[in-house]
C-alpha cells in the first residue's frame, strides 16, 4: 500500500464515527493520483533510446520499461496547438484562437477546483499567465524558446521577472530546480494534497545550445551519415514493436543531398548538430531522472501519474548561419544560434515522413510514456490505443474525480480505456496547421502537404505512408475530403490557402537543403589520428582521450632531431642554434612552446587550436606568443590567404586579433612574432593558422600556453613526398598540455 493510502486508510477510520461522508469524502481525495505531465519541445519520434535513438535516455527508458510507450500518440505538429490542446482540450481553431484566448476551460483551473496544487516549470505558450489559467506556482517563460543560459531576459518566477545568475545557468536544469522547489514546498505544506505539476521543457528546441561537457559523448558518433542511421532506427523500431515488421522505409526526401555527396567540413559540421542535439536531450533525461528521484525518496512514486510526450516532430527548418560562420561560432554555447537542419530532423522523425507543422506522422505523431496508477499496462508494453493531446484534459479531469463533461471540450476521457490497458478504440480526428491538412477516421487517413493533393493512406497495413492509395478509393477520397472541408468550414469565413513559405515537403514542394561546412576559425576534432610522427618510440596512430596529456606524446625539450640530409634547417634563432643536420628543440620549464617542424617543402599547412588559458608557475598569466618563422627563406607562401584568427572568450568579446598576413618574408629575422596581451584567467584562445612551409623550417604555432588545457587541436598539411613522415610535431617546455581532442592529418 503506497503512504497517501495508507493515511487516507487511517483518516477514514479515524473520522469513520464522527462524520462518515467526510470519511468518505477524504479517502477519495487523498487516493486520487498526482499527476506530472512532461512535455519536451521539437522531440523527434525515434530519439528516445526507448524508441530506437542513440541519446542515452536512462532515466526515460527506466520509466518506458516501468509502464507503456504509445506508437499512436498524436499532439498539433507545432508548440501552440500542441499546448493549447494540452490546457484546453480542444484544437486551436478560430473558435478559442490560436493561443487558446478564447478557451472555455484550462486544465490547471479544473484540477484546482478539485482540490490539485497545480505548479508548472518550463514554456508555457499559450494565451495570458499561466496563474491566470490556474497555476498556484509558476517559473519559466510565456514565449516559445529563450537562450538555455541567459533565459534572454523573459524567465519569470510566479508574476516577477527572473534574474538569471551571471554563470552556472542553464534552462534545463533551472526548470528542473523550480519544479522539486515547488513539490518540497507542496510535501511540506500539505502531504495528502494531489499534485499536478507541468514540466515544459525547451529542449531540443534550437537554438542549439548545452554544456561541452554532454556534447563530447557524441561528436564523432554520426559520421556514418543520415542514410546509415535512419536505416538503424528503422530497424531498432520494428525490432522494439512500435511498427510493424514488414513496414516499409519511406524515401529519401527529394530536397535532401547524401551524405556520400557532402565534403568532410560539411560532415564534420553536420555531426557536431546532431551531437549537440543529442547531447540536449541527455541533459533533459539526467533532469528527469532528478524527478523521478524526488518521487521515490518522498514516498510518491506508486501514487503519481508519470506522462512524458513530444509537442511535434522534429523541427526542418533552419536559418541562414553566415555569421555564425564567420565568427567562427560552433553549436553548443551561448552564442549560437544553430539549429539541427532538415536532414537530421528526418532521420529524428523515423520511420515516418515529415517533420513539425506537416500533418503526416511524421510532424504529428510522437513518443508518449505512461507510467502510474491510472495506466493498467505490463511493465514495458506497447500500446497502438490512439491518443490526441486534447485527451488529456478530460482524462485527468476524470482521474481528479470530476463529474460531467467541461464545456469546451473536444478531447476523450480515455481513464477507463488507460485502466483496462486497451489497444484500441475507434479514433475519428481532422486538423490542419498552415497549408497542411488531414483526416483521420480508424485506419483510414487523408493527408495533404504544402496545399498539395490529398493522399490516402491505410494505416493498419502501411504505418509509415508509403503507398498512397487515393487513385484507387476516389468516392473514400470525396467523402473524407467532403468531411473536412464541412469541419473547416464550420468555424472559417475564408478558404483555406497556400502559406509557400513553409513548404517542406519531401516529394518536390521543399526547400533543397545545403549543409554548411566547420567555420574556417573554428576547430574540426575529433578526428581520426594518422600519418603523423610523434617522435621516437611513439606510433603513428596513438589514440587520444578526452584531457589526454600529450607532453609524452610530442618530441620533448632538449630532444635532437635528426634531418634526412647534412643540410642545416630553417628554425628560431631564439629556440637554440642550428646543428649539422640536427635541431635541438628549446623551450624553459615555466611555458610551453607548440612548434611545427617540416622535412620536407609542404603547402596547405592549417592549424586550429582552441584552448583555456592558465596561470603559470608564479600564478600571474602571461600573454601569448605566436611565432612564424625564420626570415632567412620564404615560410609564408603569399600564393594562400594565409591568416590568424585569434578570439578571447568565454564572454565572446574580441580582445585581439591577427588577420591577412600575406606575402613574402613578412617576419624578421629573430623577433618574429606577434604578442598578444590582455589575457585573464580562464579565458579562452581560438587559432587558426594557413600557411604553406619550404624545405627544412620550422614555424612556432603559439608559446607560453602555460598550464594550459586544450580543447581541440588539429594540425593538417599537403605534400607529394615518398616519406610520409613530413612533418614533426614538437611541446617543449615543462609545463602540462592536456587535449580534449586532437587531429593531425597527411593529405597527399
Sequence with gaps: MSKRMMLAASATTA???????????????????????????DLGFSDLRCYGGEAATTNLDQLASAGVRFNQFYNGGKCEPTRVGLMTGHRNTKEIGFLGERAQNFMPALLRQRGYRTLMAGKWHVSQHPMDRGFDRFFGMEEGACNYYTGSGLLQLDRSLFNVPASGFYTTDAFTDYALQFLNEAKTQNDRQP???YLAYNAPHAALQVPEVEITKYQGNYMEGWEVFKERRVARAKALGLIPADSQMPAWPQNLPHWNELTESQKQMEDLRMATYTAMID?????????????????????????????????????????????GILPGGPDSKWDLGTAWAHVCDTPFRLYKRNQ?????????????????????????????????????????????????IEGTDLSGFLKAGAQT?????????????????????????????????????????????????????????????AWYNSFSTGSFAEVPDEHMGDQGTGVLYVPYPMPTTAVTGPLVEEYFDWGPGVSNRESIVAGTNINNLMVQSGTTVAWS????????????????????????????????????????????????????????VPGVWLGFGDGSSTLLNGTGSENIYVRM?????????????????????????????????????IMSLSLNMTNKSAVALITNVTKSVAKTLSISWTDTAADWKSVVISQTGGQTLAVDSLSVLRNE
Excluded at 524527478?291 to 536559418?319: H, Q, R
Design 195 to 197: 499534485f499536478f505539476l
Design 425 to 485: 478504440r475507434n479514433y475519428e480526428m481532422m486538423s490542419y496547421l498552415a497549408d497542411h491538412r488531414y483526416v483521420r477516421s480508424n485506419e483510414w487517413k487523408l493527408v495533404a502537404c504544402d496545399f498539395g493533393p490529398w493522399e490516402l493512406y491505410d494505416l493498419s497495413k502501411d504505418r509509415t505512408e508509403t503507398q498512397n492509395l487515393a487513385s484507387q478509393n476516389p468516392q473514400r477520397v470525396a467523402d473524407m475530403a467532403g468531411s473536412w472541408d
Design 565 to 620: 640530409d647534412d643540410s642545416t634547417p630553417t628554425g628560431f634563432s631564439g629556440s637554440s642554434g642550428p646543428g649539422n643536420g640536427t635541431y635541438t628543440l628549446g623551450g624553459n620549464g615555466d611555458q610551453n612552446n607548440l612548434l611545427l617542424f617540416s622535412y620536407v617543402p609542404v603547402s596547405n599547412v592549417t592549424v586550429t587550436m582552441d584552448y583555456v588559458h592558465q596561470a603559470n608557475a608564479s600564478g600571474s
Design 649 to 685: 572568450n568565454p564572454n565572446g568579446n574580441m580582445l585581439a586579433s591577427v588577420t591577412t598576413l600575406n606575402g613574402t618574408n613578412v617576419v624578421d629575422n629573430v623577433d618574429s612574432h606577434v604578442s598578444l596581451g590582455g589575457f585573464a584567467l580562464g579565458d579562452r584562445l
Design 15 to 41: 473520522f469513520a464515527r464522527l462524520s462518515p461522508g467526510f470519511s468518505v469524502e477524504l479517502a477519495a481525495k487523498d487516493t486520487r493520483p498526482n499527476i506530472i505531465f512532461i512535455m519536451a519541445d
Design 360 to 408: 503526416h506522422e511524421g510532424g504529428i505523431c510522437a513518443p508518449l510514456i505512461m507510467r502510474g496508477p491510472a495506466a493498467n499496462y505490463a511493465a514495458g508494453s506497447i500500446s497502438s490505443l490512439p491518443v490526441n493531446i486534447h485527451d488529456f484534459l478530460p482524462t485527468f479531469y476524470a482521474l481528479a474525480s470530476g463529474t460531467g463533461r467541461p464545456a469546451g
Design 283 to 327: 541533459r533533459m533525461d539526467q533532469n528527469i531522472g532528478r524527478v523521478m528521484d524526488w518521487l521515490k525518496a518522498n514516498g510518491e512514486w506508486d501514487d503519481t501519474l508519470i506522462v512524458f510526450a513530444s509537442d511535434n516532430g522534429a523541427n526542418p527548418f533552419y536559418g541562414d548561419h553566415t555569421d555564425m560562420l564567420n565568427a
